[in-house]
């Protein structure tokens, strides 16, 4: 993932740094998006978004039982961790891409 992160951040520094033009910058970004349309890309995004999930949930568990009562969290993180849990109740997330 972080080498992904890495490829991705010099594709988009060399389209911001490149003075090729707007024929170089449509080839990239074709590349890209024949890249994120692979299956094992996809697959990748998703096993991360899943191990991302499972985490979160094991911290929540963690900060709910030191803190015992969310009534002693302040109110703003309490509304924001619940907003947060309820967001993607549709089984998708921001990038298209699902919990099973």
């Given amino acids: 993932m972080r080498r992904l992160m890495f490829i991705a951040g010099l594709a988009v520094g060399y389209v911001l740094g490149t003075r090729a033009g707007r024929e170089r910058y449509e080839q990239l970004k074709k590349s890209a998006n024949r ?10 995004a998703e096993t ?11 911290a929540y568990h ?7 009562d ?3 969290v302040p109110e ?4 924001r961790v619940r907003s947060l849990r309820s967001r993607n109740h549709n089984g998708e997330d921001d990038w298209g891409t699902t919990n099973t």
């Fill in 48 to 58: 991360a978004a899943l191990s991302g999930r499972e985490y979160a949930g094991k």
């Fill in 70 to 72: 969310w009534d002693r």
């Fill in 35 to 44: 890249i994120s349309q692979n299956p094992a890309v996809r697959n990748a």
């Fill in 76 to 79: 703003s993180v309490a509304e």
């Fill in 62 to 68: 963690s900060v709910s039982d030191k803190v015992g």
